[in-house]
Every structure is written in C-alpha cells, then in structure tokens.
C-alpha cells in the first residue's frame, strides 16, 4: 500500500477517477427519476477514491487521518438527512413528510422534481461513499500493522 | 417455475456451506450465497413477462406491462444490509487471525457449547 | 400520534451527535444516553394516557387509499407500548450501569452510540407495521448487537459474537426468505394488509411452510430451545451492561415479539402451530435449566436460565387464551427486570473479584453487601418465590396452562420453577455464603451510580407484583393482551385510520 502500483496503473486511475466520479455524481443526482440514488451513486464515488487509493499509494499517518474525516463525514451526512427527515415532523406533518414537494413540485421526470427527495439522496450518497471508504480504509490499516 | 427452484437450490448450498464448512471465510461465502439466492428470488418475485422498467414519464404509463418495483426496492434494501454484515463478518475474521494465525474453527474453537 | 416518530428520530439524532462530538462529550455519554432514554421512556407513559390505542401513523403522509396502505406504517398499540416501555426503560437503566463499569474500554463513545442504536432498532422493531421495515430495525439492532457483544476485543469476545453473527444472519435470511414468500403470495408487506387478502384464499401449505421459516428465523434470534446454541456464548462474552440489555430485551424484541405478531395477527394460531409452540416452549424450559444447574460460570448460568425464561414465556404465548398472554406478556416484563439486575450483579462481581467461576468465589456476603441484596431478591424472583414478581407471573402461567386443559404442562413448569431454584440457590451459596477468602481483603463494592441502577431495579422486583393489581393491570396488561387475543381480527383496527 505504501508505494502503489504501476505505472500503466497510475496512467489509466488517473483517466477513469474523473469519469467514476462524473458517473456517480449522475446517479446520485438522478436518484428520483432513474434508477440508482444516493446508494448506488455513493458507491461509484468510494469506488473512485479506493482506486486512487490502491494505484497510488498512501502513508500510514494520512490514512489515519482520512479515516477519522471519513468516520464523521459519515455522521454528519446522516446527521443532515435526520434533519431533513424531522422537518416534518416539527412541523406536524409527520416524519420524512416531503415539504418542498408541496410547493416547488417542479416537472415530472426532470431533474428538478420530488421536492425534498435529491437533496436527500445527496445526503445518503455522501453517507455511504464515506461509510464505504472508512470501511477500505481500516481493511488496508490493518494490513499496514501485521 | 424452474429459475424459482434454482434461487431454492441457490438458498440450500449457501446454508449448507454455512453450517458444515470449518473455515471462517468459508462460512462467511455462504452466508453471501444465501443472501444472492435471496435477493434473485426477490427480484423473481416481482418480475413480470415482457415487463419494462416501473418508471412513469410522458410516453409510457401503463403500469400493466410494468415490472413490480417494490421487490427492486426490497433487493436494494438488502444489498446494503448485507454489505454491512459482510463487511462486520470480515472485519472480524481479520481481527480473530490476527490473535490466532488461523482461520481454521477447528482450532479456535475453545468455547464450551 | 406525531411524537412516535421520535422513538427513532431522538435515539439516530443522539448516536450521530455522539460520534461527532464524542471527544468532548465522552465523560458524560453515559449520563446523555440514559437521560435519552429516561425521556423517551416518560415518552411511551404519556403515549398511555394521550391517544385511543390501538392507531397507525403513516410515514410521510402517505395515507392508505380505500383501506390499502400505501407507504410504511407504524402501528402503536398496547403491545407495542408494553415493549417501547421495557425497551427504553431497560436502555437508561444499563446505560446508567455502564457509567462506571465502562470505564475500563476504549472508544466510549463509540459504545454508547451503538447503544441508541440498538435501542433505536428496537424501537423500530416494535413499531413497524410492516414486514420488511420490521426486517430493516431488526438488521439495525441486531449489527449493533454483535458489535457490542465483541466489543472487549479479546479472543473469547470476537469468537462468541462471529458465532452470533454467523446464526443470526442465517436467521436474518431465513426471515427475508419468508418475508419474499408473504409478497408472492398477498403482493403487500403491510401485516394486516396481508392477513386480510390472506383470509380470502386458501394456500395452506405455503402458509405452513412461511410459518415455519419465521419460527425458525426468529426462534434463532429468540434462542429458542433447538437454536439456541449461540446464546451462551454471546450473552457472557459481552461486558456486564451490554450482557443485562442483551438477555433483558434484544433476545425478546428480536424474537418473542415480531413472533407473538406474526403468529397471533398474520398466520393464525389455527391447526398444529399450538402444538409446536408448546412443544418448543417445554423442551427449552427444562433442558435449559438443567443445563445452568450444571454451570460453574455466573454468566453462563444466568444465559442458560434465560433460554428457560423464554421457554415459559413461549409455553404461555403458545397457549393461546387470553390468560395465558397476560402471563406471557407479565413473565416477559418480569424477566427483563430480574435478568437484567442478574446481569448486573454478575457484572459487579467479576469487577470487584476479577472472576466469575463460581468455585473460586465465595464469602462476598460482608464486602459487596449492595450486590448481595440485591442478587438475593433478584434470584428470588426468578425462582419464582412469592412475594417477588417471578412468583406471580410464573403462578398466572401455571394457571393458564391448567385453565387451557394442559394439566402436564402446569407440572412441567413447577418443576423447572424448582430447577431454576436450585440453580439460583447454588449462585447464592457459591458466590456470596461460604467461608472467606484470601483474595477478599481488596475487595470493594461497586462504584455509586452501579449501586443506584441495581437498586432500582430491585425495588422494581418487589414491586412488579403490582401489575397484578385491577387498575394497573387494566391500564398496561389487558389492552396489550387484548390486541393479541382478538387474533385475526384485530388487523382490521390497523387499517382503520
């Protein structure tokens, strides 16, 4: 883990990283009208971060600190879709009751539609590309101690 | 009828491999056979013949011909559930060769039944 | 109705404020925690006397069309609340227990926020109207538990809880299996829902072989007799706390309930499943005793009496008349009060002496004077003497299975109550009378807030006998016995409103 890979390696992550991520971000923002979301995008973001990860390299001290900003990432991308969530419920409504939807309630089928749910899918994409790379993360630093 | 008996048969080598295999990562692919097996005959579950994708736009809203969305939702449920089990489960095996050198339950087992 | 959503908003909220601020809060989480809980637990006494029981509150306003619901539901009734109220009250308890028997681990934070996690997954057990929300809490606290159970880090530990791991999640996918087979058949997940497009069509074979894989699902999680090889591994493995919350509650909100659900509103409790139940129910009341009879391990006494517990429990839910669920739903409560302080002696013990094999201990009745009183009303509770509470619930099961017509199996169960004295009284004998020791003479009885939540618990003991009393047992037993007895046609009140 200490040194990377590869040259040929290190050339072809360094040309599909932007295009992994481009993709996840395009799920994760067309979560409410296309199959995917938050879960599946996220996934695609981690699986960029993870092969940057394993075609480059990393020290231990840096992966220590990825993995704490990773660990309360997580957190606090749940933390805000539990906001979100409670809105409703603050307001009488009921929990995860979708506000926006009400009043912005945007075109069926385009982008801009589902109220409350893509910002929601937001949170859960950050939610589980973080949970994920914590996850790679202690795996490759266990490794590191033996 | 008979892709539903191969998810069974699917279903039946995973808890085979889960209660006869003595090797940790062994046991923990069978429980990842069982949780497959499952997930497909979830995804059987709600299939429909000549079904399109359960999406509504401006061209096509006739939920007839349809696949039922709700089992892709329940298989997508469960993927995550189970990417946090295996995930635990490995993570675990990780730590138990670390104190054991092996991954044989022959070996480790030194608690009583 | 809208504060049900704080069951599960509140415990979520409290477990990721805990991780992100935990280096500055980790002196007082256990406190937080326990105050959490204490509050949602006044939560589930003002849910008594606020609402008509039973309701349903939909997720996100979406609210059923024509009598079909659409979107997740939660479902409160009496049963419901008996459970949040054990759940919640439990949570504070231990986690005031583990403020200082705690204090030894790492990552503390870490711990109390899988505590509200499990406490969270429980909630959402007990409220879910639905199969496959049911199946998500379950997941939920069921990995919080693992976590917890391993999380001394040791061999023993990582060993018990890959056991657990392993037949749990066997027993998560057998559920999942059966919960697939529900859809096939009914095309809903809601539970009343489906048990009323069951109850126009006959598919009895598939209804026969989904009943037996929840059986053998949740009969794992609940450690039922033949499953229950996981249990006394896991539950002495875990640190003192986690063991109170795991016997006291999870075995029984994971196991007992959504099964006592399932049967008594979904599958009917027609044809042989009274049968097997009973079976089930005798078999682990007195195989399990016997086997804690011979335990030397405090622990692993205390799990194996567990298995038993839950055996009158199932003998009683078996049972199927009304009596019998008021006794059922009396012992369970019950037993998470004595198990839980059980546990919490234990845990006192190996604290202050190091170890818990009963051959080496002896003579603690002068140096841990708290604990011994306390494990002393604690075991005679359990054993079933009266005044305590074990006593009267074990009677009203004794009853039950005599007014049912199985005189037998009221024997049956006095003479596993006897065995489960017999056992208790060797704990007493071999841990806290016997001559002393040379070991004792740096002995000290635990930390003051340990004291506290094991003689709240105590007094709980003695006083649980006041369920039996007309107005409270009105108040808490009958409407959650009520809703269980009504059977088949109770689901048309959840799909009421």
């Given amino acids: 883990m200490k040194h990377g890979m590869s040259v040929i390696v290190q050339s072809i992550a360094r040309l599909m990283v932007p295009f992994i991520w481009m993709f996840g971000i395009y799920i994760i923002a067309h979560g409410h009208i296309s199959p995917g979301g938050g879960f599946a995008g996220g996934v695609f973001l981690a699986g960029g971060f993870i092969l940057i990860t394993l075609a480059f390299g990393s020290a231990p001290d840096k992966e220590e600190r990825s993995q704490d900003f990773a660990s309360k990432l997580e957190s606090e991308a749940l933390l ?53 790379a914590v996850m790679f993360i202690a795996f490759a630093r266990h490794r590191l101690k033996e | ?59 096509s809203s006739n939920t007839a011909v349809m696949v039922d969305p709700i089992p892709q939702a329940l298989v997508l449920t469960a993927i995550v559930i189970g990417l946090a089990t295996t995930a635990l489960l490995l993570a675990f095996s990780v730590r138990i060769y670390a104190k054991y050198q092996t991954l044989d339950l022959n070996k480790i087992r030194n608690l009583r039944g | 109705m809208n504060t049900i959503a704080y069951f599960l908003v509140v415990p979520l909220g409290t477990a990721l404020l805990l991780v992100i601020f935990g280096r500055w809060v980790v002196r007082w989480a256990g406190i937080i925690v326990s105050v959490v809980f204490s509050a949602l637990t006044a939560l589930v006494v003002q849910c008594y006397f606020i609402n008509q029981l039973p309701f349903t509150v ?99 530990e990582l060993e018990a809880s890959f056991k657990y791991q392993v037949l749990g999640g066997s027993a998560s996918m057998l559920i999942l299996f059966a919960i697939a087979l529900v859809y096939r058949l009914t095309g809903t997940l809601n539970i009343a829902d489906a048990s009323r497009v069951l109850s126009g069509q006959s598919a009895e074979m598939t209804m026969l072989f989904t009943g037996a894989l929840f059986l053998t699902g949740f009969g794992l999680k609940a450690a039922i007799m033949p499953f229950h090889s996981w249990l006394p591994d896991a539950h002495p493995a875990a640190p003192a706390p986690v063991s109170a919350i795991l016997s006291g509650v999870v075995i029984k909100v994971l196991g007992i309930y959504p099964l006592c659900r399932l049967f008594y509103h979904f599958i009917g409790f027609e044809g042989v499943w009274t049968g097997i139940w009973l079976v089930l129910g005798a078999i682990s009341l007195m195989v399990a005793n016997i086997l804690a009879l011979a335990q030397w391990d405090i622990k692993r006494l205390l799990a194996y009496c567990s298995i038993s517990q839950i055996g009158y429990i199932v003998i009683a839910m078996g049972l ?48 841990m004077p708290v604990t011994y009183a306390t494990s002393l009303i604690a075991s005679f509770s359990i054993a079933g003497l009266p005044p305590f509470s074990g006593f009267w619930s074990k009677l009203l099961i004794i009853i039950a299975c005599m007014k049912a017509g199985h005189p037998f199996l009221a024997i049956w169960a006095a003479l596993g109550s006897m065995l489960t004295l017999a056992a208790f009284l060797k704990f007493q004998h071999h841990g806290f009378g016997g001559p002393d020791k040379e070991y004792q003479q740096s002995i000290k009885e635990v930390s003051f807030s340990s004291q506290i939540a094991m003689i709240i618990l105590a007094i709980l003991c003695l006083g649980m006998g006041c369920l039996m009393l007309p107005g409270l047992r009105s108040a808490i037993l009958e409407p959650a016995a009520n809703i269980l007895s009504q059977g088949l046609n109770a689901t048309t009140l959840f799909l009421g409103n």
């Fill in chain 1, 80 to 132: 805000i879709f539990l906001i979100m969530a409670s809105i409703g419920l603050v307001l009488k409504l009921g929990l995860m009751a979708n506000l926006l939807a009400k009043t912005h309630p945007g075109l069926p089928g385009h982008i801009a539609a589902g109220g409350l749910i893509p910002w929601e899918n937001l949170a859960i994409g950050v939610e589980v590309s973080a949970a994920l």
């Fill in chain 2, 1 to 59: 009828m008979t892709l539903y008996l191969l998810t069974f048969i699917l279903f039946a080598v995973g808890l085979y491999g889960v209660w006869t295999k003595r090797h940790l990562i062994r046991i923990i692919l069978g429980l990842v056979i069982m949780e497959t097996a499952m997930n497909l005959f979830l995804i059987l579950v709600g299939y429909r013949e000549d079904g399109v994708a359960p999406i509504i736009t401006e061209n």
């Fill in chain 3, 58 to 156: 939909a997720v996100g306003g979406w609210e059923p069309v024509q009598g079909i619901p659409l979107g997740i539901h939660w479902v409160v009734d009496g049963f419901t609340l008996l459970m949040l109220a054990l759940i919640n009250f439990t949570g504070a308890i231990v986690a005031l227990y583990s403020i200082s028997s705690m204090k030894s681990y790492t990552k503390l934070r870490k711990y109390y926020a899988l505590l509200m996690l499990l406490g969270l997954g429980m909630n959402g057990v007990a409220l879910a109207g639905d199969l496959f929300t049911m199946y998500v809490f379950l997941e939920i606290s069921a990995i919080s538990s693992y976590i917890l159970v391993a999380f001394g880090r040791g061999a023993e």
């Fill in chain 3, 320 to 367: 199927g008349t009304e009596l019998g669920i008021i006794a059922g739903l009396f012992h369970m409560a019950n037993h998470t009060i004595f198990k839980s302080l059980l546990f919490f002696n234990a845990g006192a013990i190996e604290h202050a002496t190091g170890f818990r094999d009963l051959r080496k201990l002896g003579g603690l009745r002068t140096k």
